[in-house]
């Protein structure tokens, strides 16, 4: 008898599953699809907090979803461009593109915000905020192939504090995306898109809710000795906010001058209070989910990345956020209920990537860990190249863990490329905290596996990324005064949630180990949908088992 190998079960289920989902019409494709990104969260953080969370939040989509427990990220930077980026693609910066929020360009010699658009201006503000489009990105969106498949009858719209986060997911085809601008504390947009901003936002802005959100000031919404799964208050690694001299509830912004408040209003959770009330809006006045086409809501929470990096992820100021961010999804998932009802919209909800721990904390707890200096670290690589070849300017830029070095000067002095990689990768490795050195010739020539390695190759794109990649060893970061960052591929910063809702979705959930990259193509399965262009992920088979 034969014996079907095991790794090719999930595959012939996953066929089986698809065959079933396309041949019996049984199931029918939502109004509204919502795709909800929260920045910088731990999958952890949905156990930590889940004592705390109200029955209309995270814990209904946990009970009546989908939970993906092991849900990675499958590539080396994590950070928030790519991450979204990945999400909706399908695929890893290696085919997208989008290596970093921002990176240096080799043809201009500088560095550059990852939608960056000079040919677009501001629609909303003054400012230079809007100079924005998704045309750095060289892949389709899931958001994409859905316009694609509608010829443009399904309305995509893309909403949150940050522009990439705003931008990245809706795709290239999008109907609107909206950003804030802590210039003038207003949701904006780009002439990529329209010329002026709809009425309903126009209203939206001139309710000047940033002030009124400020003027309330933060404290805690529960008592504060009840926030036991976090440290004590006001810590010496956490960020002090203006006119404050410790790190610690209650924040009065009352006395900050207005353009103190619209910069800081991301750095509060009501950020993610404004992005869930203006996707709100976008339901009601554009008529989301209405359609005979399905249409696509894309949210980003931003929020929680701003106070994370600020105070880390065992601070209080993080656990009032997510027990805020908490009743803000209940909010919506209550309107989306009374709007189209929960058999007409499919929900899913992860994050861009995870984060470190703070390593102050972690040395207080005796747990290994070290901050490294970036511009320390070019120092001692150009003192080492300068000596060696007698010869300044190599290095071009060093940012995001990596070196460009300076091919015109390398050609027009006939030097050694091969030995220029091989003094730099022998004197990084004699850096502390410096776990491995790879090198472009390297990732062009060999197909690397899911190790370090692996997942630097897939997170790299030949043009645009540098000639030699540093990685670190585990929770070692950029130095930081305060709070704390992410980036790296250990399991800290790549470990996020994913959960599914609503039509279509059943109850469960599975320890199975997905990547980022397999929701583009399970989207695209629910709806009928071409795989986006570069998809590289698998469709998730356990929602489409009877």
């Not at 694609?148 to 990439?164: F, H, N, Y």
Request: proline share 5%.
């Amino acid at each position: 008898m034969y014996l079907i190998p095991k790794r090719i079960i999930p595959l012939l289920l996953l066929g089986f599953s698809i065959n079933v989902f396309s041949q019996t019409g049984q199931q029918t494709k939502p109004k509204l699809i919502v795709g909800i990104i929260v920045d910088q969260m731990r999958a952890e953080y949905l156990n930590r907090y889940q004592e705390k969370f109200t029955e209309s939040g995270f814990k209904r989509l946990m009970v009546e979803g989908f939970d993906c427990k092991n849900t990675h990220y499958n590539y080396i930077p994590t950070k928030t461009a790519p991450g979204h980026a990945s999400v909706y693609t399908g695929t890893t910066p290696k085919f997208h593109g989008i290596i970093g929020n921002s990176w240096y360009h080799k043809d201009l010699r500088k560095e550059e915000n990852c939608v960056f658009d000079g040919t677009a201006s501001t629609v909303g503000s003054t400012s230079s905020e809007g100079e924005r489009s998704p045309h750095k990105m060289l892949a389709t969106t899931i958001t994409d192939e859905l316009q694609l498949a509608s010829q443009g009858r399904s309305k995509v719209i893309g909403i949150s504090i940050k522009d990439r986060a705003a931008i990245l997911p809706a795709g290239h085809m999008s109907d609107a995306s909206y950003w804030y601008d802590d210039t003038s504390g207003k949701f904006i947009s780009s002439t990529y898109y329209m010329e002026e901003l709809p009425k309903w936002v126009q209203d939206f802005n001139r309710s000047d809710k940033v002030a009124t959100f400020m003027n309330q000031g933060w404290n805690t919404i529960l008592p504060i000795d009840r926030y036991k799964e976090s440290t004590p208050d006001q810590q010496p690694f956490e960020t002090l906010f203006p006119n404050k001299d410790s790190a610690e509830f209650p924040y009065d912004f009352s006395k900050l001058s207005r353009n103190e408040k619209y910069e800081l209003f991301p750095e509060t959770p009501y950020g993610n209070t404004i992005v869930a009330e203006m996707a709100i809006q976008a339901i009601d006045h554009e008529n989301l989910g209405q359609g005979v086409e399905t249409d696509f809501l894309a949210i980003s929470f931003s929020s929680t990345d701003k106070i994370g990096h600020a105070f880390g992820p065992y601070s209080i100021e993080l656990e009032d956020t997510y027990l805020r961010l908490d009743k803000d999804l209940g909010n919506l998932l209550d309107h989306l209920d009374r709007k189209l009802g929960k058999e007409n919209y499919t929900l899913f909800l992860t994050a861009d990537h995870a984060v470190a721990d703070v390593g102050h904390f972690l040395s207080q707890k005796r747990i290994p860990t070290g901050y490294y200096h970036p511009e320390k670290i070019r120092e001692q690589l150009e003192n080492k190249l300068y000596g060696t070849f007698n010869l300044s300017g190599l290095i071009e830029d060093f940012s995001a863990d990596q070196f460009f070095l300076n091919m015109e000067l390398i050609e027009s002095e006939n030097l050694d490329y091969d030995k220029i990689l091989q003094v730099c990768k022998s004197e990084l490795m004699k850096i502390p905290g410096v776990f491995e050195v790879m090198l472009r010739p390297d990732l062009e020539r060999f197909e690397y596996t899911d190790t370090e390695k692996g997942m630097v190759q897939k997170g790299y794109h030949l043009k645009r990324s540098g000639d030699v990649v540093v990685l670190f060893n585990t929770t070692w970061i950029e130095y930081k005064k305060y709070g704390t960052g992410h980036g790296t591929g250990y399991s800290y910063d790549t470990h996020v949630p994913l959960l599914w809702f609503g039509a279509n979705v059943p109850k469960g959930g599975t320890t199975r180990k997905k990547n980022i990259t397999d929701i583009a193509p399970t989207l695209a399965i629910m709806l009928g949908l071409k795989f986006p262009n570069a998809a590289t992920g698998q469709p998730i088979f356990e929602l489409f088992e009877d």
